[in-house]
T-cell receptor
């Protein structure tokens, strides 16, 4: 158990819809990162939030956006869903940004886009 | 940008045999390396990490890894595996810059332990 929780565990959407995924960080952690893991692949970095600001972004289009709240919980929003967005979405919390801190992962949300 | 190559996509072994999962990374001035394990339908669990210091790193569940700077490798080893070690293993390098930190993962190695 890492203390990082995600909801929902599973989700089915249709192409063109919008989705919001949620993450609750480990206590005391102010940095959250989001990753997309397609089937049979390693996780890919989407973006990172630190103290409610985006703090780094991977190679994902703007329709992937996020929020971090004062209690350091976080949301990942994906607009205009595409079939290729079907994946396991993982969030990871860490103690502080800019430092080489271990990232602790939640169990993930599995999204299926039909 | 950093990159990670996991040289074997699948490694089948028998119970109690030794195993080595291979990982190479692209060279950089500062390298921070991690191994994570993913059991079916679960998130990632940290096995071990190398940040600095001793090149031999010991982790959980009897795993260890050796950082080799000259060969840019960070291979994971276990002297005797159990059925319960069957899982997906990911090697990752941490990319740190002014904008923050991101883990760059390899594609994973499926370890299958049979009796």
């Amino acid at each position: 158990e890492t203390g990082v929780t995600q909801s929902p565990t599973h989700l089915i959407k249709t192409r063109g819809q919008q989705v919001t995924l949620r993450c609750s960080s480990q206590s005391g952690h102010n940095t959250v990162s989001w990753y997309q893991q397609a089937l049979g692949q390693g996780p890919q970095f989407i973006f990172q939030y630190y103290r409610e600001e985006e703090n780094g972004r991977g190679n994902f289009p703007p329709r992937f956006s996020g929020l971090q709240f004062p209690n350091y919980s976080s949301e990942l929003n994906v607009n205009a869903l595409e079939l290729d967005d079907s994946a396991l979405y993982l969030c990871a919390s860490s103690l502080d940004r800019g430092q080489v801190e271990t990232q602790y992962f939640g169990p993930g949300t599995r999204l299926l886009v039909l | 940008a950093q990159s990670v190559t996991q040289l074997d996509s699948q490694v089948p072994v028998f119970e109690e045999a030794p195993v080595e999962l291979r990982c190479n990374y692209s060279s950089s001035v500062s390298v921070y390396l991690f191994w994570y394990v993913q059991y079916p339908n679960q998130g990632l669990q940290l096995l071990l990490k190398y940040l600095s210091g001793s090149t031999l790193v010991k982790g959980i569940n009897g795993f260890e890894a050796e950082f080799n700077k000259s060969q840019t490798s960070f291979h994971l080893r276990k002297p005797s595996v159990h059925i319960s070690d069957t899982a997906e293993y990911f090697c990752a390098v941490m990319e740190a810059n002014q904008a923050g930190t991101a883990l760059i993962f390899g594609k994973g190695t499926t370890l299958s332990v049979s009796s």
